[in-house]
């Protein structure tokens, strides 16, 4: 069992910045890849950014690359999602996810290879 507690979210202005929080605990080290996905109402759940946690390699998705950057802090089994240039579109409920899956997979990963999911953090951008 993994647990997954997300922080950060809240209300900004366009062009402002968020920094997500994604705290994991329990049987974590068997789940090597972490991400963050989002939903917006309405719409699938899409991923943004993955990090494969043995060699801290990272993916983005077109629409944040330049603008947000995933890392991890390994002594706090903490991933962050630092958010900046935010836009309207971006505001959707942001989901921390954790899944095993060698890299090339975990670049690709889809909501439904996910094996654990964070409660959710609103973020809302506003114009």
């Known amino acids: 069992q993994v647990q997954l507690g997300e922080s950060g979210g809240g209300s900004v202005q366009a062009g402002g910045s968020l920094r997500l929080s994604c705290a994991a605990s329990?049987?974590?080290?068997?789940?090597?890849?972490m991400g963050w996905f989002r939903q917006a109402p309405g719409q699938d759940r899409e991923g943004v950014a993955r990090?494969?946690?043995?060699?801290?390699?990272?993916y983005y998705a077109d629409s944040v690359k330049g603008r947000f950057t995933i890392s991890q802090d390994n002594a706090k089994n903490t991933v962050y999602l630092q958010m900046n240039s935010l836009k309207p579109e971006d505001t959707a409920m942001y989901y921390c996810?954790?899944?095993?899956?060698?890299?090339?997979?975990?670049?690709?990963?889809?909501?439904?290879?996910?094996?654990?999911w964070g409660q959710g953090t609103q973020v809302t951008v506003s114009s």
């Open positions: 990090i494969y946690t043995g060699g801290g390699i990272t």
């Open positions: 329990g049987y974590t080290y068997s789940y090597n890849c």
């Open positions: 996810a954790a899944a095993r899956a060698d890299p090339g997979p975990c670049f690709g990963l889809p909501a439904s290879g996910v094996n654990y």
